[in-house]
């Protein structure tokens, strides 16, 4: 049967002869390079190839280049795990092509390493602006919401769903209608503090139409709105900080 060297020196990818992110299927004994990192950096995805074409019957793969006495990083490409995963097994499915581990030794960085590494030297200033001459800007979808003590979950979640036409819909432009036939009770009324809201994420009442460098920019305190939506609630009732995620699933329920 087919036996893989112990020697990295003759680890190639089937495919395209490449020598680096080396991933040994441990069904099949093909060796491939791994998938492309989001740096451009990584291999040319031959090892998923090879899963998908022998019809996602073989998932499991070791990176042959992280293999020592104590473990390694395995991947499944099953869709259900798509993961790093620990192989019990792994000794002897390393065995039956060849590889004795406790004779092995690293010679590439893991996953985990890898991913440190790339954090580390990746340039988050081209995200962030950082350095760059900011132009003040105003108008609908402009309008800031103050932080209300740590309420910047609750000014993330309303800021991405009134980019929603639906809800600019609803609300914004139903706003007058809204205010008309809203019970006496405003301050306890969602409909009303919806409204109010989107008045001020998306139309010009609220904003400066030609703002210029260091004027202080307006917004908006959404507190009778935060007060309404946390009423009861053990958290969003509380200034501590809160997960962003979690207030949308509570405010839609």
């Known amino acids: 049967g087919k036996i893989i ?3 990295p020196a003759n680890w190639k990818c089937e495919e395209s002869g490449g020598a680096e992110n080396l ?13 492309q990192n989001w740096d451009g ?9 090879h899963f998908q074409e022998t019809g996602n019957k073989y998932p499991l793969a070791v990176k042959l280049g992280t293999i020592t006495p104590q473990g390694a990083d395995v991947y499944s490409y099953a869709p259900d795990e798509d993961d790093l995963v620990l192989d019990p097994y792994l000794a002897q499915h390393l065995r039956h092509w060849g590889i004795d581990i406790m004779d092995m030794e690293k010679t590439e960085r893991s996953m985990a390493e890898l991913n440190v590494a790339l954090n580390k030297t990746f340039e988050f200033d081209k995200i962030t602006e950082a350095g760059s001459e900011l132009v003040p800007v ?29 809800m600019q819909a609803r609300y914004a432009d139903q706003a007058q209608n809204i205010f ?14 919806m409204a109010k809201l989107g008045v001020a994420l998306c139309t010009s009442r609220y904003s400066n139409s030609t703002p210029q460098p260091g004027d202080k920019l307006p917004s908006v305190e959404p507190r009778f709105f935060k007060t309404l939506v946390g009423d ?18 509570h405010f839609l329920e």
Not at 43 to 49: D, E, F, K
Not at 139 to 162: A, F, I, R
Request: charged residues 15%; proline residues 5%.
């Open 5 to 7: 060297s112990p020697y």
């Open 23 to 35: 991933w040994l299927n441990l069904s099949t004994g093909f060796i491939g390079s791994g998938r």
């Open 41 to 49: 950096t990584g291999g040319t995805g031959a090892a998923i190839r």
């Open 138 to 166: 105003s108008g609908p979808g402009y309008l800031g919401l103050k932080n209300l003590g740590n309420s910047c979950y609750l000014n993330s979640v309303m800021q991405v769903l009134y980019t929603i036409p639906e």
């Open 180 to 193: 008309e036939t809203a019970r006496s009770d405003a301050e306890g009324d969602l409909n009303v503090q």
């Open 232 to 249: 009861g609630h053990p958290e969003f009732s509380s200034g501590r900080q809160q997960d962003a995620c979690e207030y949308l699933q």
